[in-house]
C-alpha cells in the first residue's frame, strides 16, 4: 500500500518513516495470525508493518475515500478487513468477534489495539480501548504532553485524573518520542509512543471505573489541599468520618491528593461507599 500525495483530510498527519513505523509495529508485537484492531490508518503505512510480520488486521477508517483505497489495495489480502467508519462509534468487539475463525463466540478471542490516533480524541479512544473485555495490549502514538500524563508518577506535575484512571488498570509504558518531521504534515506538538498492558490484578474493576474517575477529579480539583479537607469536599463525609476513614486506610491527612496512588485511590473509593 504505497503512499500517494493528497491533502490530509480530518486533521491526519501521516507518518511514513519506515523505521518509526517498524519501531511502533515491534512495540505490539504481533505474532502471526494475531488479530490486531488498527485504528485510522490512513494511507496503511502501519498496517503493511503489520501484515508483514503475519498478523491479521481489522483497520478502522472514518476518512471513506481513503477507506476505499485501502480495500481496493489490500483486496488480495485475506489478513486485512477494512471497516469505514468512526471508531469512536464502531463496536469493536463485534469486529473481534465477526473476525474469530469461530465467530460468534464466547468469550472474545484475545486481540491487540494499536493507532496514530487523532490528538483532539485521545481521551475518549483510549476509554474505548479500555472498555472491557480487554485487550491483550494497546500501542497508541499520542501527544507527548498526553504521554506524559500517562505515564506521571504520583507527586509529580503531569500526574492528574487521567494518569490516575489509566494506571488503575494498566501498566503505562512511555516507549519513545517521535519529533514534528517524521510526519506529512508536521504537527505543531511533539508526539510519544506509549503502550498500556492490562493488569492482571487491577486496582479497581471495570464497573467501577467511571465513579473512580469522579472521585478523582474532585479530589484534583483541590489538590493544593490536605487530604482531610479535599476527601470532605469529595465524597460529602463528615470531618469526624474522614479523620476516622483516612486512619483506617493508613493515609495520612495532611498528605496532598497528588501523592496517592491509583491504588489508594481506589481504596479510598471502597471505603467512600461504606455507610
Not at 509495529?25 to 484492531?37: E, K, M, Q, T
Not at 478471542?109 to 490516533?117: K, L, Q, S, T
Request: include cysteine; charge should be positive; proline fraction near 9%.
Amino acid at each position: 500500500m504505497s503512499s500517494s500525495a493528497r491533502r490530509p483530510r480530518l486533521g491526519q498527519h501521516f507518518l511514513s518513516d519506515r523505521t518509526l513505523l517498524g519501531r511502533i509495529a515491534d512495540a505490539l508485537d504481533p505474532a502471526p495470525g494475531d488479530l490486531v484492531l488498527e485504528i485510522g490508518p490512513g494511507e496503511g503505512s502501519l498496517t503493511e508493518e503489520l501484515l508483514a510480520r503475519g498478523a491479521r488486521v481489522v483497520a478502522i477508517e472514518k476518512d471513506r475515500r481513503l477507506a476505499k483505497e485501502l480495500q481496493e489495495r489490500g483486496a488480495a489480502n485475506g489478513r486485512l478487513r477494512i471497516v469505514a467508519g468512526d471508531a469512536l462509534r464502531v463496536d469493536w468487539h463485534q469486529l473481534v468477534a465477526e473476525t474469530s475463525p469461530t465467530a460468534p463466540r464466547s468469550p472474545l478471542p484475545p486481540f491487540a489495539v494499536i493507532g496514530n490516533i487523532p490528538y483532539q480524541i485521545t481521551t475518549p479512544l483510549i476509554e474505548k480501548a479500555l472498555t472491557p473485555p480487554l485487550p491483550e495490549r494497546i500501542v497508541f502514538l499520542v501527544q507527548r504532553e498526553v504521554a506524559d500524563r500517562l505515564a506521571a508518577e504520583p507527586g509529580s506535575k503531569a500526574y492528574g485524573a487521567l494518569s490516575v484512571g489509566v494506571q488503575a488498570s494498566c501498566a503505562v509504558e512511555r516507549l519513545f518520542h517521535v519529533q514534528p518531521g517524521s510526519f506529512r504534515p508536521p504537527p505543531r506538538v511533539e508526539s510519544a509512543v506509549i503502550c498500556l498492558t492490562p493488569l492482571a490484578a487491577p486496582a479497581i474493576a471495570p464497573a467501577d471505573r467511571t465513579a473512580l474517575r469522579t472521585l478523582v477529579v474532585r479530589c484534583f480539583s483541590r489538590r493544593r489541599k490536605q487530604l482531610r479537607n479535599v476527601v470532605a469536599y469529595a465524597t460529602g463525609r463528615s470531618a469526624a468520618d474522614v479523620q476516622a476513614g483516612l486512619a483506617t486506610l493508613g493515609l495520612d491527612p495532611a498528605a496532598r491528593p497528588e501523592g496517592l496512588t491509583p491504588a489508594q485511590f481506589a481504596s479510598l473509593l471502597h471505603w467512600s461507599r461504606q455507610l
